[in-house]
């Protein structure tokens, strides 16, 4: 074979395995290059905006609200009861109204009573002088010598007072005292009526509590104390 021909197949040979060397020495699968030639019709590819991304599908939605369910929900403050006392009734509704407009969601209530000052222990009025002086002497044998007629003009004259106690407790331990002794026609009677008294019982978080106790007068000038529990509300 001529020198030439060798030359020939010998630089072909030379290019065939140089060809075979580098494909098997090129990138490896999954570079750049070769990742962008095996994607299906990249030119097609597109970004989202942002609304779109917003979208997210239905599972993640639900799974959202689920895991808000979860989470506890916010507990309601507690409420603090305090009784407000020494108040009048006219002060007493001027409460009511400014709570209402400053504070709604606060309970009052209000409870009004009565007490009296005294409760007078006596013998009812008689037709006149005499008859209430016969009434004393009566009492003098039966061994009462604390007394004394009525003689003021009015709807007790001639009667005949054995006594003036503070508390009902009293008055009726002495007119049973009265009664053992013999003496039938002695009665007790309230004197000197006190005023209205109303005590207000309000029902409020602590802190709204005290901001209303401190900025509403009559609350501000009021004795505190605790709630009477069971009591009959009247608001």
Request: aromatic letters at 6%; one cysteine or more.
């Amino acid at each position: 074979m001529p020198k030439t021909r060798l030359i020939f197949f010998a630089l072909l040979l030379a290019n065939v395995a140089f060809f075979a060397w580098r494909e098997n020495a090129g990138p490896p699968p999954g570079h750049e290059p070769q990742r962008l030639q095996q994607q299906i019709d990249p030119d097609k590819v597109r970004l989202l905006p942002p609304q779109a991304a917003a979208d997210k599908p239905a599972a993640v939605k639900v799974a959202d609200v689920a895991a808000a369910s979860a989470s506890p929900a916010a507990e309601a403050p507690a409420l603090l009861c305090k009784a407000f006392s020494g108040i009048s009734a006219e002060a007493a509704k001027a409460v009511q109204s400014a709570i209402a407009s400053s504070a709604p969601n606060a309970q009052v209530a209000v409870i009004t009573s009565r007490e009296s000052s005294s409760y007078w222990v006596h013998i009812p009025p008689q037709p006149n002088k005499a008859g209430a002086e016969k009434k004393v002497a009566e009492l003098r044998e039966m061994g009462v010598s604390e007394s004394f007629i009525i003689s003021d003009d009015g709807p007790a004259k001639w009667a005949v007072s054995l006594g003036l106690f503070k508390s009902r407790e009293m008055a009726d331990n002495y007119l049973q005292k009265l009664t053992k002794q013999g003496v039938r026609s002695a009665r007790i009677e309230v004197r000197d009526k006190g005023a209205d008294k109303v005590r207000l019982e309000i029902s409020a978080p602590a802190e709204t509590l005290g901001t209303l106790a401190r900025e509403i007068k009559p609350l501000a000038n009021a004795s505190i104390g605790e709630c009477r529990q069971g009591e009959t509300i009247r608001s």
